[in-house]
């Protein structure tokens, strides 16, 4: 069996997951912040962090599942950089690399194509540009290496912060759960199948050269069906908002669609909400001494753009929940999915049963 280093193991997607190596009888290390480990010691875990990784040892696959987290985000450079360092210490010479992106490398509608390659880096919301860099920067410190790069979709399943109790949470709050209207693809992957694929790729024997992954296993099944049986086992009827957020192609027709008459202060805060204002905001603020931007970050509330945030006018949410584009699958063929959809939703509901939401 395999000796596995799992970056982000106390997280959503990281903790199935090293329960799923372990239980497959690999020997796996829980790579994670201090305030983690006791997730990790329930699953009978060895926990270190990532400030004494090069402690470990010799390991024969590293899985990143790490991305920076920041107030702002404007900042996720550094974070990438950190990120880096530690999957360096990790992976020695040799050790294959599993990497956990995201299908918003394409856009939060995946307005781009889906090109299951290396991809250049554009401006986009600081979520996807952090993704976009962590890509590059791996392909270039491990030019010959066998790095699998995974693009997951939206993971959903039991407790799953981002989607599963989010959507609950939005239905119980009166939030809006998507546009009237635009019933979009979900373009799902169950965390359970996701952390699967993962131990799949970490484990599977030989070496190969860089490769692309796309995951979403149920990809056509639209957020309706979903949506209409949390809101069934509520008990709620679902909000939703009355047209689409705004999709400027770039700087000058998002500035192009301010209204001249709101107050400056108004103008200053839906430029900051935006798109492409914020990105190119961003690479001014990074020039800055550190000492003013943290200042200016617990000041400003910079909006990042990820998707877990809950918003009524949460624009990229509102772009996910009304994409008219699937999520193509780019899989391994010797993998099959163990959760299939109807599962899948049996699984959540008995989490929100036992979570107290119904």
Not at 203 to 210: L, Y
């Amino acid at each position: 069996m395999a000796r596995i280093a799992v970056i982000g193991a106390a997280g959503y997607v990281g903790q199935e997951l090293s329960r799923q190596l372990k239980a497959s009888g690999h020997d796996v290390i829980g790579i994670a912040r201090a305030n983690g480990s006791f997730l990790l010691e329930r699953l009978g875990i060895a926990h270190e962090t990532p400030q004494r990784a090069q402690t470990i040892g010799r390991v024969d696959t590293v899985v990143n599942l790490a991305y920076p987290k920041s107030p702002s985000g404007f900042d996720y450079p550094a974070g990438n950089r950190e990120i880096l360092s530690t999957i360096r210490a990790l992976a020695g010479a040799e050790a294959r690399i599993v990497h956990a992106s995201s299908l918003a490398v394409f856009g939060y509608a995946l307005e781009h194509p889906q090109n299951p390659a290396p991809l250049d880096m554009r401006r986009d919301y600081f979520y996807i540009e952090s993704k976009l860099e962590l890509e590059r920067l791996l392909l270039r410190a491990f030019p010959s290496r066998d790095l699998q790069t995974v693009r997951l979709g939206n993971v959903w399943g039991p407790a799953s912060p981002t989607w599963t109790a989010a959507l609950a949470d939005r239905l119980l709050f009166g939030d809006a759960v998507g546009v009237a209207g635009a019933d979009g693809y979900s373009n799902t992957t169950d965390v359970g199948n996701a952390a699967s694929y993962l131990a799949h790729l970490a484990s599977r024997p030989g070496h190969r050269q860089a490769e692309f992954h796309h995951l979403a296993e149920f990809a056509e099944t639209r957020w309706s069906f979903w949506l209409e049986r949390i809101e069934t086992a509520l008990g709620v009827k679902a909000v939703y908002a009355r047209r689409a957020p705004a999709s400027p192609a770039g700087l000058w027709e998002e500035l192009a669609a301010l209204n001249p008459l709101r107050s400056p202060l108004s103008m200053a805060r839906e430029l900051m909400r935006g798109r492409f204002v914020t990105s190119w905001a961003g690479s001014v603020l990074r020039r800055l001494p550190t000492a003013l931007l943290e200042r200016l970050e617990r000041a400003a509330h910079l909006h990042s753009g990820e998707p877990a945030a809950r918003s009524p006018d949460d624009d990229p949410f509102l772009a996910i929940m009304s994409a008219e584009r699937r999520f193509e699958a780019r899989l391994d063929p010797d993998w099959s999915a163990p959760h299939d959809r109807d599962a899948s939703w049996a699984r959540v509901q008995a989490w929100m049963r036992a979570a107290g939401y119904c």
